[in-house]
Nanobody
């Protein structure tokens, strides 16, 4: 059993900042890539940012490059998303995703329950 639990969402004014966290727990053997996705009302879920297990690569959606920064702490099974210069269009539910190897599986994708980020004046 694996769980991903996000935190850090909330209401922020345009231009503000938020930091999202996601902690993975359970019968984890290893965690490969971790990332953040988001889904706005009426839209499909989209990739925001993703980072490798060794942190030697990361990729970002064009819409967030230079404003959002992904990082992770492997000792804590945690991935972060630092969001700066937030815009109205960043409003969405943000989901954590991780490719995790457990005792029972070679690797599988796991998702968090989502955390709401609302950018509004």
């Amino acid at each position: 059993q694996v769980q991903l639990v996000e935190s850090g969402g909330g209401l922020v004014q345009p231009g503000g900042s938020l930091r999202l966290s996601c902690v993975a727990s359970g019968s984890i053997v290893s965690i490969n890539a971790m990332g953040w996705y988001r889904q706005a009302p009426g839209k499909e879920r989209e990739l925001v940012a993703r980072i490798s297990s060794s942190m030697d690569w990361g990729n970002y959606a064009d819409s967030v490059k230079g404003r959002f920064f992904i990082s992770r702490d492997n000792a804590k099974n945690t991935v972060y998303l630092q969001m700066t210069s937030l815009k109205l269009e960043d409003t969405a539910v943000y989901y954590c995703n991780a490719a995790i190897r457990t005792i029972a599986t070679i690797s599988a994708d796991y998702w968090g329950q989502g955390t709401q980020v609302t950018v509004s004046s």
